[in-house]
């Protein structure tokens, strides 16, 4: 069953665009996670053996390299790269296809984990069988993807943000202005038939958040551009609440970085506390009706927390624009 | 755990919201019940004992005060106003934020009760943690709320009217004319996770109707300017069909008063009866493209039972615009 | 309980049209399933005994006589017109309402076969009530359609044909430029409350694929003019992965015919293997801006199964034809 490719078509509609008919960055964020998902659940359950559904640990710094608009198709396909004993490497490219004029264009790539979960105690991680490699080097150089996601995982652990408190009457283009909460309360159809909520679920949320965070900074249409790592501490189980907080931690010129927090809540179950579920930074880019990106408000870090926030914002603002100019890519 | 206040926040997206871009009142009555249930079963759960979720047994009349427009963000807060043995009272209040201009407004200010219904066993009413109220006397008018809502539920009771029927041929104006009836079988998106449907969901479809016959009726872009008090008799479970009926029952020169009939039919369940789980009064308006309100065509009540009803709606407008007048707050 | 008739009224939203705003066959073919399994579960449940629910079996074919817009009022009604022992033949129609002008057509009539499945165990098919009839020809007309289409479903039995293949660099106008595939990971929300898969859901895709194959293929606006009939083989279960793949078959001067196969693939459970749950042949045709139907770019077939195809295609096409003209009824 070595690598397999598949294939998911969609149709993007009004509700996926935001009002100048780009689709969100959270709609494309699901479709790859319910790729990914379904790949490695197919993979996983390949061998006779317990049966599983894959959960998602941890997706890889992505970028978003060109807009999807309304009406146009997009096109997921899936690969398997790398299997580990306990997990599965998913390589994920969108396309968007303009079905009228039949161009297409790149629109993302992402590197997905997951694991298998037992169908019946979900808190059972199983064993993954092996992929077959074409060639002897890709083992290696997943083995070695593999061993910097999960001591970065480790260093990361929770990144256990404090909490996003209101403030009363903030002064523009200070963080308390523009910081936002979400509440949602999980449903029948944000879960898997097994009970806990899709990664790209939560993604799509965690990106509605961004996104509101970026509209009221700049108050002009804007788009996500990149999302950092995003590591799944815990599943989040039915019957939760969860809050999505997003707060705007640095601003360039022309971007936006906002740190979004997930905490789950399992309201009807006191036995369990309140836990933070994921967390990423998300880099959004304010455009002009034309499409071109515009200059964004700077950033007015007041506490020393957040002041603390906008350095290590600019440190990863750096480091990503060295290692894009280092690889000669052209900048989002 | 005294006063809590969570905020929801949510952008309209284009399937919310009529031709016009306004956003339905149904799509804002399922947010707020969203609210109120989290906050509510939040609470129910806030101390050992038994596990519950709300369920929602009554909405006060409500206004819409101003409309809300695709691409807002909705802003969603709620907090626990009253307590009794069983049930819970939330106050939740809708401000609409235009992101882009930063805008805010008060569209709307929401009182449910709720009652705390046992996991094991939903046919079971649990106790319901006190709150600590910090001035005395918000617990002596909250009782007050209490007992004016208990004795106006016995007085309602059902409101047992009669089914809405289909008529051949009817003449513009009339009744018959502009009613119309809605089936929808519940799916699993519909329900809470304990299979009973949520209250918002069985509010937006109401609202749904109420909007169809209020169209047929004039023609023109109408929405909803407020809606009468909701109790909820009964729950509607999964796998029931649920008929949602409209009729107009009276027309002022600016408003039309629709009354709306909600009866479960449990398909599977032989043993069980169609019964009627709900019903309210809704009131729309018709607008001009400018957004001004317009004339709307005055209806024409034929039998014996229509003019009954018209009188009775006529005595509801009158009382309220009596109310309104009194308290010097300005017309919807 | 002899003919019962039922009404779903519908407003269409923007996520249910295309860009041209014409609302899709396939969520009209949805809305017709979703009143067919109401009237036949109610009908199947009304006398004691086992409890059910009805799938969907087959669909015979139905045109699509006239387009529904963006705010239209879809009007469903739906009417039992035959029982054998173990299934019922409803009928459907359904008319769109423009609530503004009042002006009503009438959009579909189809016809749908279900079968009552057991509540306990979903592979047991239970006894249909017979219905009454109020002209003795209505029993024998319909043992004769009974007859008739269980007599073409043996016929066409399982229409196993292969599975879409991509192909790498495809021509303009031949089969592998347009041929598509969707993948759909099944949700609680696709499925019944007693887990499968609605037909109504799988319809859907059906012509969503349908449509991407026809504007691949012809790069104009699109519309759906008509489904040949669709036998559903075997139920669709929770936890499934459906592969939905389209290929243009045939073109005429202003038309074309698209096979769509749907596959089900049982992820989590490898001791069922993946089967075809499902095809169907869907006819399209190409609108200008003014809804004007445009000559199509004529089909390549490039292989000899493709050319086989195509002579197929042309038969039915012609026996159609022929078969309108005869009844005198205007082209679609």
Request: hydrophobic content about 35%; glycine content about 6%.
């Amino acid at each position: 069953s070595a690598f397999q490719v598949r294939a998911i078509l969609l149709i993007m509609r009004p509700d996926d665009a935001n009002v100048a008919g780009n689709v969100h960055g959270g709609t494309i964020l699901k479709m790859i996670e319910e790729a990914g998902a379904i790949i490695s659940t197919r993979h996983c359950n390949s061998q006779n053996g317990e049966r599983c559904v894959a959960a998602l640990a941890r997706v890889e710094r992505t970028d978003f390299l060109s807009p999807m608009c309304i009406g146009e198709v997009a096109h997921v396909s899936a690969e398997i790269t790398y299997t580990s004993k306990h997990s599965v490497e998913v390589q994920v490219n969108v396309m968007s296809e303009n079905i009228l004029t039949g161009a297409k264009k790149l629109t993302n790539k992402a590197t997905l984990w997951y694991v298998p979960l037992s169908l019946k105690n979900v808190d059972k991680v199983l064993e993954v069988p092996p992929v077959v490699y074409s060639r002897q080097e890709q083992e290696e150089e997943g083995r070695k993807r593999y061993e910097a996601q999960k001591l970065e995982r480790m260093e990361t652990k929770w990144r256990n943000g404090d909490i996003v408190q209101p403030v009363l009457n903030p002064e523009p283009n200070t963080v308390s202005y523009s910081q936002s909460s979400l509440i949602h309360l999980v449903g029948p159809s944000d879960c898997t038939l097994h009970g806990f909520v899709h990664g790209g679920v939560t993604m799509k949320l965690m990106d509605e958040v961004a996104g509101i965070v970026a509209a009221r900074h700049c108050k002009t249409n804007i788009v996500t551009a990149s999302v950092d790592a995003i590591n799944f501490h815990d599943k989040i189980r039915k019957g939760c609440v969860i809050t999505i907080s997003g707060r705007m931690t640095f601003t360039s010129n022309k971007s936006m970085e906002i740190e979004v927090l997930v905490d789950a809540d399992p309201v009807v179950d006191s036995s369990q506390k309140r836990y933070r579920a994921a967390s990423a930074f998300f880099t959004y880019v304010s455009l002009s009706q034309e499409g071109r990106s515009l200059p964004v408000p700077q950033l007015v870090p007041e506490t020393e927390d957040e002041k603390k926030r906008f350095e290590e914002g600019k440190g990863r603002y750096l480091q990503m624009k060295a290692k894009r100019q280092g690889h000669a890519e052209p900048q989002p």
